[in-house]
């Protein structure tokens, strides 16, 4: 197996946002987490664990027609949560405060980042959702970068409820 990846089977909704709620209690400000998978994958129900893992109280959308949105958290600064679904031209990328939740002063969860490839070259946790069944979605985490790395680590040793596939 190769250790900067792991796939994880999720049965249910429920199932992939507390898999989320166990992501973000591990965030720091400067992660990145890139979410891909199709529309209804489930990008936003795993967004609204991290968040909350996090330790927001917000209720987590889609930003998917503001592009961003920014959960202040009571001890550990800010989380953005992108939606560039609507990006149809990478010049429009710089009117939407991208950079600016880039910047380090938040962990920034990005849904649809292949419409910005330069966030490929960022170190990340890149986390691609693939329905499996009706209910069921595989969740496949690759790390890229030291911290992605300790952080997929971090992610295997507290995740409890899922099956690895």
Avoid at 35 to 52: E, P
Avoid at 103 to 118: K, L, T, V, Y
Avoid at 134 to 143: D, E, K, M, V, Y
Wanted: aromatic share 6%; charged share 15%.
């Amino acid at each position: 197996m190769d250790s900067s990846k792991l796939t994880y089977n999720m049965t249910e909704i429920a199932q992939t946002i507390a898999f989320g709620l166990c992501i973000g209690a591990l965030l720091i400000p400067s992660d990145l987490i890139l979410l891909s998978g199709g529309l209804g994958a489930g990008k936003t129900h795993l967004s609204k664990g991290i968040v909350a893992g996090m330790g927001s109280r917000d209720i987590v959308t889609s930003p998917t027609y503001i592009f961003i949105n920014e959960y202040r958290l009571p001890a550990r600064g800010v989380a953005y949560h992108a939606d560039l679904y609507r990006i149809e031209d990478p010049n429009e990328l710089a009117s939407i405060g991208l950079d600016d939740a880039l910047n380090g002063h938040g962990a920034c969860i990005i849904e649809w980042p292949e419409r910005d490839p330069s966030l490929a070259t960022l170190p990340h946790l890149a986390i691609t959702l693939t329905p499996n069944a009706a209910t069921s979605r595989l969740l496949t985490l690759q790390a890229h970068g030291p911290r992605a790395f300790l952080l997929l680590r971090e992610i295997q040793a507290t995740w409890q409820q899922g099956d690895t596939v």
